[in-house]
């Protein structure tokens, strides 16, 4: 049972390039979850999506999009790359939002081992 | 979301219990607490929640007092894999976000 996996776990990007992040799950999950993490700081959600074919906008989305057209893949595009992008990117799933049925929260979000992406 | 207020560090003997307080006094009567760690270059893990009630599991206990400003989790007898950054976080039902602070960095010492 691989849970969730994040994929490239390195990357060193130029300004202006693209690129995407994949993060797939294996555990039939609704919902998926994109953050950043910068040095010292707590993660910061960037979109999520609740569900195939859906997505939404976190707290920091600028400069990023994301696709869900599969229910256990959820993309993350960075279409041009800016140094203010380097950062620690997590990937998460859950089987439902937060709060609701016990039985399901066990574990609310399982969190990826991260992409550790630099932009020069 | 709640605002939560926690300790920026905190020390622990190996061994020992190690009781880790999160203050969160705007809370709402819909809000859950959820307890998170970060090991070093990994992914959060899920530890613990709860809404009202102390709450305990494999991993930890959770304490939350009656008017639920504030919770402690406490892990029982602490080890150096326990080594990490601890978040504290408050949760509205039905929300989609996990707002991460700044947690408080637990050293468990040989």
């Known amino acids: 049972n691989a849970g969730v996996t994040q994929t490239p776990k390195f990357r060193v990007l130029k300004t202006g390039q693209s690129m995407t992040l994949l993060c797939a799950q294996d555990?039939?999950?609704?919902?998926m979850y994109w953050y950043r993490q910068d040095p010292g700081m707590g993660l910061r959600l960037i979109h999520y999506s609740v569900g195939e074919g859906t997505t939404a906008k976190g707290e920091v989305p600028d400069g990023y999009n994301v696709s869900r057209l599969k229910k256990q893949n959820f993309l993350l595009g960075l279409e041009s790359a800016a140094p203010s992008q380097t950062s620690v990117y997590f990937c998460a799933s859950s089987y439902l939002s937060f709060g609701t049925a016990k039985t399901h929260s066990n574990q609310p979000q399982h969190f990826g081992d991260g992409t550790r992406l630099s932009i020069l | 979301d709640a605002k939560t207020t926690q300790p920026t560090s905190m020390d622990c003997a190996e061994g020992r219990a190690a009781n880790l307080p999160c203050n969160h006094s705007?809370?709402?009567?819909?809000?859950?607490v959820y307890w998170y760690r970060q090991i070093h270059s990994q992914g959060p893990q899920y530890i613990i929640h709860g809404l009202k009630n102390n709450e305990t599991n494999e991993m930890a206990s959770l304490i939350i007092t009656e008017d639920r400003k504030s919770s402690t989790l406490i892990l029982p007898h602490a080890t150096l894999r326990d080594t990490a950054v601890y978040y504290c976080i408050v949760v509205q039902t039905g929300a989609n976000n996990l707002f991460f602070g700044t947690g408080t960095r637990l050293t468990v010492i040989p």
């Open positions: 555990m039939n999950h609704e919902y």
């Open positions: 705007t809370i709402s009567g819909n809000e859950y």
